[in-house]
């Protein structure tokens, strides 16, 4: 007996590849569309982690601090400031400071010479975002700034890292 496979005509490479299209096409349509829906939660969570980091280099981050108790201790405790590196004014943030675009453009940082340029940087931004930590009455008595925490005695001002 003769081995006669009967072709399905469901069974083309044609069929195949519109199912492999359709499959990623509606893939790609459901992490798209959750990619934009969380996005809120998303940029939340980031602002989050940033005030548990500066709460923590602070040295008032407390273990299980939930997520509303770290952020009205933040608001309670932390000031963030723009500081100008040309005039040494401090000014009000917005929240809104982005280093990189800082350190992207010409208007915005110096070029570092050889000898000022330890670390290999290249360049400087001409202002940093810092936090001034106050104590309960509204007082400074520490900054942050990157790693560095820096803890003020009378008008001298010390830091760690």
Request: proline share 2%.
């Amino acid at each position: 007996m003769a081995n006669n496979k009967i072709k399905n005509p469901k069974d083309s490479s044609g069929r195949t590849f519109l199912v492999v299209f359709i499959l990623c096409l509606v893939c790609s349509v459901v992490v798209s569309g959750a990619a934009v829906g969380l996005k809120s939660k998303q940029q939340a969570q980031i602002l989050l982690d940033k005030q548990r980091n500066i709460l923590d280099v602070a040295g008032l981050l407390k273990p299980k601090m939930s997520a509303e108790e770290i952020q009205s201790l933040y608001n309670t405790r932390m000031s963030a400031k723009i500081l100008d590196f040309n005039t040494t004014e401090i000014s009000n943030s917005n929240g809104n400071f982005d280093l990189n675009s800082q350190l992207r453009n010409d208007e915005t940082r110096i070029a570092l010479s050889p000898e000022q340029d330890v670390a290999k940087i290249r360049y400087r931004a001409n202002s940093a975002e810092i936090y001034l930590v106050n104590d309960d009455n509204g007082k400074t008595i520490a900054l942050v700034t990157g790693l560095w925490f820096w803890f003020m005695v009378g008008n001298v001002c010390f830091y760690r890292c």
